[in-house]
């Protein structure tokens, strides 16, 4: 009989759903929209939906042995999700409780951060590592931390906030109402911010002159990497500069057997992990020097079902 895990990932925009067995086979995905439902309850009947549509699928006996759940703001401890801004649905949700009246299987639920560490550690390229770090660079800069073969959640549920540390006391205004947080500049809209930062104090042809800041975007930096335009290499050198230092101050305070970079902002290719690597060594604190490995995510397209289903599997095993 096969074990299935449920892997669900609760974006701002959509929600993929899909069933996963231990190897990392995807039986079955979909997705369906995150903010069309006023009511948490309504949307959570919706994923229900999906999920026994998916199981219908399953041509083989199958026994589904547990459910996993990346969310923004999301807490391991509690099955909550807490004050999450890009959800419509405000103050503190029991998610987990909300799909226990439709499921007696074990529900576990955490930040998609932390679901991107799990899925690289049960599928990917951290198998076998007891101490690592994802960073997933889209829209924000998220991470998880692996210490000793655990998640690193704090006290409380929410350690491993990388992106929340301040760089520049002075700089960016954050999201999270705070000024200078990483996020600001190692992130999808942080390279935005400083593409235009750069064209300002530059008097350089650039391709990407003339392009309006509503329609900018890491990518469109990322390809003009590739054909060595300046401004987009000086903004690629900016960000892996700060990003390079963060990881030189991470590894200084876990030890880590190697650093996961995860999304987007990555497919610059080797222009930016060349120069990450060449300013975390360049910072690096000397006992740790040339000891961490820099390493791309091995998760692939199914990456949000994989890191979220993996929840399930490193939780219970199988």
């Given at each position: 009989?096969?074990?299935l895990?449920?892997?669900?990932?609760i974006?701002?925009?959509n929600?993929a759903i899909?069933?996963?067995?231990r190897?990392g086979?995807v039986?079955?995905?979909?997705?369906?929209p995150?903010?069309t439902?006023?009511?948490?309850?309504d949307?959570v009947?919706?994923?229900y939906g999906?999920?026994?549509?998916a199981?219908?699928t399953?041509?083989?006996?199958f026994?589904l042995i547990?459910?996993?759940?990346?969310?923004p703001n999301?807490?391991?401890?509690?099955?909550?999700?807490?004050e999450a801004?890009?959800?419509?649905?405000?103050g503190?949700i029991h998610f987990t409780?909300?799909f226990?009246?439709?499921y007696?299987?074990?529900?576990?639920i955490?930040?998609?951060?932390?679901a991107?560490?799990?899925?690289?550690?049960?599928y990917?390229g951290?198998k076998?590592m007891?101490?690592?770090v994802v960073?997933?660079?889209?829209t924000?800069?998220g991470?998880?931390?692996?210490v000793?073969?655990?998640l690193?959640y704090?006290?409380?549920g929410?350690?491993?906030?990388?992106?929340?540390?301040?760089?520049?006391?002075?700089?960016r205004?954050?999201n999270?109402?705070r000024?200078?947080c990483l996020e600001?500049y190692?992130s999808?809209?942080?390279?935005?911010?400083?593409?235009?930062?750069t064209?300002a104090?530059?008097n350089?042809p650039s391709?990407?002159?003339?392009?309006?800041?509503?329609?900018m975007t890491s990518k469109?930096?990322a390809?003009?990497?590739?054909?060595?335009d300046?401004i987009?290499?000086e903004?690629?050198k900016?960000t892996?500069?700060?990003?390079?230092?963060a990881?030189a101050d991470?590894?200084a305070?876990?030890?880590?057997?190697a650093?996961?970079l995860?999304?987007?902002?990555t497919?610059s290719g080797?222009?930016?992990?060349?120069?990450?690597?060449y300013?975390?060594?360049?910072n690096?604190?000397?006992i740790?020097s040339n000891?961490?490995?820099?390493?791309?995510?091995q998760?692939g397209d199914d990456?949000?079902i994989?890191?979220?289903?993996?929840?399930?599997?490193?939780?219970?095993g199988?």
């Amino acid at each position: 009989m096969i074990k299935l895990a449920v892997g669900i990932d609760i974006g701002g925009t959509n929600t993929a759903i899909g069933l996963v067995d231990r190897s990392g086979k995807v039986f079955y995905q979909t997705s369906i929209p995150s903010q069309t439902r006023e009511n948490v309850e309504d949307y959570v009947f919706d994923l229900y939906g999906e999920i026994e549509k998916a199981k219908k699928t399953i041509d083989a006996e199958f026994e589904l042995i547990g459910i996993g759940i990346g969310a923004p703001n999301a807490n391991y401890y509690t099955g909550t999700i807490e004050e999450a801004p890009n959800l419509r649905w405000k103050g503190i949700i029991h998610f987990t409780k909300l799909f226990e009246k439709y499921y007696d299987v074990p529900i576990f639920i955490t930040n998609d951060a932390n679901a991107a560490a799990i899925g690289e550690m049960v599928y990917g390229g951290a198998k076998g590592m007891k101490n690592f770090v994802v960073i997933t660079l889209g829209t924000g800069l998220g991470s998880g931390i692996v210490v000793n073969g655990k998640l690193l959640y704090g006290h409380d549920g929410f350690a491993g906030e990388l992106g929340h540390i301040i760089v520049d006391a002075n700089g960016r205004k954050c999201n999270c109402g705070r000024n200078g947080c990483l996020e600001t500049y190692v992130s999808a809209t942080g390279v935005v911010r400083t593409v235009f930062e750069t064209l300002a104090y530059s008097n350089e042809p650039s391709e990407l002159r003339g392009i309006p800041f509503t329609e900018m975007t890491s990518k469109r930096v990322a390809e003009a990497t590739k054909e060595n335009d300046p401004i987009a290499l000086e903004t690629i050198k900016k960000t892996a500069r700060m990003l390079g230092e963060a990881i030189a101050d991470i590894t200084a305070i876990t030890s880590p057997e190697a650093v996961f970079l995860f999304g987007g902002l990555t497919k610059s290719g080797r222009v930016l992990f060349d120069q990450v690597q060449y300013y975390k060594e360049k910072n690096m604190l000397s006992i740790f020097s040339n000891k961490t490995k820099l390493l791309s995510s091995q998760l692939g397209d199914d990456s949000a079902i994989l890191g979220s289903s993996g929840l399930v599997w490193s939780e219970i095993g199988g």
